[in-house]
């Protein structure tokens, strides 16, 4: 039976039947797949992007969107043993494919709950507070996120077919945009399985996400100013596509995550026998041995002390020389093979560039030997450590990268000089620094971070919980400076951030309230009758506004709360030392305020309000003395529709603007209160 044709998806439909360019088991050379031959018609795939996928996808908000995203990680999650057994394929042993479809369903699951957390039930993210540009307080600024209204498409390299779609697609769609995704032909059968799945499940709007095999031909050309490209791949391809006429044209941003020679450095202060140093040796082997080296973070660079470098070419060769290598289904096999023979052809070509002056540590005379049926056609390739012992000199170590289980030693004499070295990688997605001194550390990353995405300290301390030089993270920004890429991926919410615009808005508090739905203080108000608090979720509106009674602070309370607290602190109970301070006299607690504010503003009998669960941005503005007269004014400034969730009782969340002042109106205490708010009963709904 001759191997399946992989098919795009392009405008709803599968489309691919005739064979092109058949794509081999990397583990023993046989066809597992063929590229279709039909070419796409990428203006139909934009047109369905736009006017199918975006208007279904902006009818949602960023709540809804992320529980989509979080249902799409269970159905998947539960389909992953199907994933795992076409990842087998590219060589991958299964803690590799882990990485790629575990590590892929679990940055769903992040940006999922990121997204519920972080994000508003709406499509527009306020990024404020709103500055006041005029004395009255009648005219102010400040800055919204929206959807772009455009099209992403994201172009991925080989080595992570599943995660390097999805860590791109989740902040993506969450952003609303229809994602286009072209992975790297060499592993798209593993896309390939994971957007039918997708698409199978019937979870996503229509068209949310593309798939294209093969050529993305002229997609490039066809994109519009709200569209955007994310890319991962060579630094060559990088450069070339970036320039692409119609991009620049247009503005069109273009992410690049690169190759990049990402470097780790063992400090001077580290000895043979210490935690420190085979921590250092473990990790430049995980780093050289995971997915055959095949990581765009792995450690291309192991920088040590020139007094240090035999123990650790020892340890090392010591480690590799243990490793069982070939067919992952093997028993005992911990490192599988290159993905495709192009890869084996390229390592070795890349290899023989920087072995040109250095010595070979260990290689493929040290016994490689592949196990299995057929490995002989397969694209093995052994770990290979070089060393380098006039790195300052030389410059290939320090910009050719061998994608595969190649990594070089280079000596230094102090500490200075590993930090220039590490520059000299003229920017890196990871570098690593082993060491126990926090002086160290700091001087390093001092130095490091401007060129580096992401530095890793290693200690003894952190050991038994660190993720480790080579795991990206989705709460932790992805993508280097310089030869890096210069992009940014995951990051935390921040991601979805870069798929959004940013927008500076003015206008008066009232119009900018409308248009952020948080309340902007200085805004119109509403006020009721009805306490906010007897209010559900449903019936509160931002704006809705209570203006409390008053309430005279006497000597009493102050007594009474540092009773109640313990705090005796002078500035509340020593008269003499009170007439020092910048209030001439004693005040009272700002806990007191705090509580006082919340003795006025509560509505004691049972509720709709289920929790108080926190505070924001609290300052307390000016001193209350004793006599001085207080009132709170309680408005609602967001209000945030989670959904329902099956393991609690329906609720929203609502974030109330609080404002203390005094008996001359003068603000005194100024915060955000958090609750947690039922929402209508069903019948109570049903009968309203
Ligand atoms: P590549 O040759 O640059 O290809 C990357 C992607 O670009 C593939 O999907 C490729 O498609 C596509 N592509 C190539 N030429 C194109 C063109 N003219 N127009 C549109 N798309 C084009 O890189 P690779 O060999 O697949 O990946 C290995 C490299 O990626 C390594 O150097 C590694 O360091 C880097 N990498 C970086 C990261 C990171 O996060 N920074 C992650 C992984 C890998 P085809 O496969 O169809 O040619």
Known sequence: MSP???????????????????????VNG???????????????????????????????????????????????????EELYAISAHTGATRADSWIDVEGGIGTLF????????????????????????GKQGQFMGTHVLVPRRGVAVHINAFNFPMWGMLEKFAPSFVAGMPCIVKPATATSYVAQACVRMIEDSGLLPAGALQLIIGSSGDLLDRLLETDVVTFTGSA?????????????????????????????????????GEPEFDL?????????SAKAGQKCTAIRRAIVPASQVDAVAAALRERLAKVKIGDPAVEGVRMGALASKDQQRDVAERLAQLARGNEIVFGERDGFAPVGEGVGDGAFFAPTLLLCRDAMHNEAVHNVEAFGPVSTLMTYHDFDEALALAAKGRGSLVGSVVTHTPALAAQAVLHAAAFHGRLLVLDREAAAEST????????????????AGGGEELGGIRAVKHYLQRCAVQGSPTMLTAITGEYVRGGAVREDVVHPFRKYFEEIQVGDSLLTHRRTVSEADIVNFGGISGDYFYMH??????????????????YFVLSAAAGLFVSPAPGPVLANYGLDTLRFVNP????????????????????????????????????????????VASYDILTLVAKRPEAEAAQA
């Open 280 to 288: 250092f040796v473990k990790e430049v082997f995980r780093e050289m």
């Open 624 to 667: 209350v003395a004793i006599g001085d007269t207080i009132q709170a004014r309680l408005t609602c400034k967001r209000r945030i529709d989670r959904g329902n969730r099956p393991d609690q009782p329906p609720q929203g969340v609502v974030a109330w603007d609080v404002q203390v002042t005094n008996q001359h109106g003068e603000l």
């Open 30 to 80: 046989r066809l597992v797949a063929q590229t279709h031959a039909e070419e796409l018609d990428f203006g139909e795939g934009l047109d369905f992007a736009r006017r199918q996928a975006l208007p279904s996808l902006l009818a949602l908000d960023y709540q809804q969107r992320a529980a989509m995203l979080k249902a799409l990680a269970a159905y998947l999650m539960e389909r992953k």
């Open 468 to 483: 480790g030089h080579g795991s990206p993270l989705p709460m932790l920004k992805h993508g280097g400076p310089g030869r």
């Open 4 to 26: 399946p044709v992989l098919q795009s998806l392009i405008a709803g439909r599968w489309v691919g039947s005739s064979a092109a360019r058949g794509l081999h088991s990397a």
């Open 110 to 133: 992040a940006y999922a709950s990121m997204g519920r957390r972080e994000l508003p039930s709406s499509n527009v993210v306020h990024e404020g507070p709103a500055t006041p540009l």
């Open 236 to 272: 060559d391809t990088a450069a070339q596509l970036r320039v692409n006429p119609n991009l620049v044209r247009r503005s069109i941003p273009f992410n690049a995550e690169a190759d990049s020679l990402n470097c780790a450095i063992l400090a001077p202060d580290v000895q043979p």
């Open 573 to 590: 109970f020593d008269e003499v030392a009170a007439k020092d301070t910048q209030f001439g006299k004693r005040i009272a607690h700002g």
